[in-house]
């Protein structure tokens, strides 16, 4: 009777919300690199875990393929019909060099033969954001801040009266970004588009939280995946499997940005970081320092040893979807 007592009153402090699943849009670039593959399995982990509620998949690129390449590990983790998003303009075109998005679109079901066959990323944030609880979406953005500053800039349309600045405000929790390199540094998402990127560092309107270059530098992941005979036919361990034996340098495993960002987008970062306040200052060559006066943007630092959020990621990473188990 204690224990029901107890837990009504847990209930009632911290309220239903506490239980509810964490709402996520998961920007990606999807390529060059193919961290972001190892990023969507844990999101499709925690979603499968009940943590999370996956509301859409973008892709800041728009290399032709791309919005297959999503398809495909949607079509994988069970949940086909997730909205995909693609930029119609001013997309980069940068995409894998290992050429594993071709491997994958010749060898995995998926319906979309072109990105012209999804709408622009921008439509899909606010159809998605209009339907859902004022300050509720986390967005875990792991590429390029086009879309985003796309978003922001966007007029008022048949899904909200709101223009892009309002309705991000409204809707949206927090921004979690894998970009910037803290405390100074120059990183590859925020240089390659850096108009974007110095829009969204001005104008986001919510917390936006930053995973650094070096946090996810430490973190060596992919081995213990393709090493499992178990997983088989996964577009998951097919991209790992390809692509770490093409570099020296992730002999050890591939350095994990993306998946070290969607770990705290989907759970509490405190867990694993302390956090530094402030806000970033861009500069002109797309470097970026900071700034500690301001509390609505922080960047991780790093408190658990990367070694324990190492093994945790590469566990998560072998996850299977349901009908695997």
Request: include cysteine; proline fraction near 6%.
């Amino acid at each position: 009777m204690w224990v029901k007592t107890l837990l009504t009153l847990a209930f009632s402090i911290y309220g239903v919300a506490a239980l509810a699943q964490r709402p996520v849009i998961f920007d990606t670039d999807m390529g060059p690199d193919y961290d972001d593959v190892g990023a969507i399995t844990l999101l499709h982990a925690f979603a499968d875990s009940g943590q999370v509620k996956i509301l859409a998949t973008v892709a800041s690129t728009n290399y032709e393929g791309v919005a297959g390449v999503l398809e495909v590990f949607n079509t994988y983790f069970r949940r086909p019909h997730l909205p995909i998003g693609v930029p119609h303009r001013n997309g980069l075109l940068l995409r894998d060099n290992q050429h594993w998005t071709d491997t994958l679109l010749a060898r995995y079901p998926h319906t979309l033969q072109h990105n012209a066959g999804v709408p622009d990323a921008v439509t899909v944030y606010r159809k998605v954001l209009a339907t859902q609880p004022d300050h509720s979406v986390t967005i875990i953005s792991v590429g390029f801040f086009t879309n985003l500053a796309n978003l922001l800039q966007s007029p008022p349309d048949q899904y909200s009266h709101l223009n892009g600045t309002q309705l991000v405000q409204r809707k949206v929790k927090q921004l979690v970004s894998m970009a910037g390199q803290f405390p100074a540094g120059k990183e590859f998402n925020v240089a390659m588009d850096t108009a974007s990127s110095a829009y969204v560092f001005a104008h986001w309107p919510t917390r936006l939280l930053f995973s650094g270059y070096e946090i996810g530098e430490k973190i060596k992941t992919g081995l213990p995946l393709i090493q499992d005979t178990h997983i088989t036919h996964s577009p998951v361990k097919d991209v790992f499997n390809l692509s770490i034996p093409l570099a020296a340098e992730d002999r050890e495993g591939r350095m994990s940005w993306d998946e070290s960002t969607v770990l705290v987008g989907c759970k509490d970062p405190l867990t694993y970081y302390t956090l530094q306040p402030g806000h970033i200052v861009l500069h002109a060559d797309g470097s970026n320092s900071w700034d500690t006066s301001g509390k609505q943007q922080a960047y991780l630092v790093e408190k658990t040893s990367p070694a324990t959020v190492q093994a945790y990621i590469n566990q998560l990473m072998k996850h299977q979807p349901k009908h695997h188990k």
